[in-house]
C-alpha cells in the first residue's frame, strides 16, 4: 500500500513553507501593531522588559516619515504571500523568499546592534520581531531544496 505523503525532502519542503506563512503571520501581527502604535502616537508599554519608549522614540525609528515598523510589516506580508505560493509550487517563490529574508536577517542583525549599542535599550516587541525573523532564517536557508539531493530510483 502506497502512502499519501511521499517520504522524500519535497514533504519536508511544503511543512518548511506552511511554517514560514504561519511564522510571518506573528511577525506581521506585531509589526501592524507597532506601525498603529507609533501613527497614533500612543506610548507603548513593555511588560517583560524597560525601554520601548527609548527604542520607539530614537530616530532609528522612521525612514524618513515612515515608520520601521511598517516596512516590517511589509516584509512579513510579502514573506507570507511568497510562502503560500511556494507551498502551492509557484517555483519563483523560492528564490525570491531567501532573498526577502535573508534582507530581513541583516536588517535585525544591524537593528540589534542598534538596541544594544547605540540606544542601549531593548523593546519587547522589537526583539519579537527579531526572534520570528531568525527563526524565518533558520527555517528558508536550512530548508532549502539541494540539487544534489535527488536519489536515484
Not at 527604542?55 to 516584509?75: D, E
Not at 530548508?143 to 544534489?148: M, V
Amino acid at each position: 500500500m502506497k502512502s499519501v505523503l511521499p517520504e522524500n525532502s519535497a514533504t519536508k519542503i511544503v511543512w518548511s513553507h506552511l511554517i514560514t506563512a504561519l511564522l510571518s503571520l506573528v511577525g506581521l501581527t506585531d509589526a501592524i501593531y507597532l506601525t498603529v502604535e507609533h501613527i497614533t502616537g500612543q506610548s507603548l508599554r513593555c511588560t517583560i522588559i524597560t525601554g520601548c519608549s527609548e527604542v520607539l522614540s530614537s530616530k532609528y525609528a522612521q525612514v524618513g516619515p515612515v515608520p520601521l515598523a511598517a516596512i516590517g510589516a511589509a516584509s512579513y506580508f510579502v514573506v507570507f504571500s511568497l510562502a503560500i505560493l511556494a507551498l502551492f509550487g509557484y517555483r519563483f517563490a523560492r528564490p525570491l523568499l531567501g532573498i526577502i529574508v535573508g534582507l530581513m536577517f541583516l536588517t535585525t542583525l544591524w537593528l540589534l546592534y542598534l538596541q544594544a549599542f547605540v540606544i542601549h535599550h531593548f523593546c519587547q516587541y522589537c526583539l519579537l520581531s527579531a526572534g520570528v525573523t531568525i527563526t524565518l532564517t533558520l527555517i528558508v536557508f536550512l530548508r532549502a531544496p539541494r540539487k544534489n539531493a535527488v536519489s536515484a530510483a
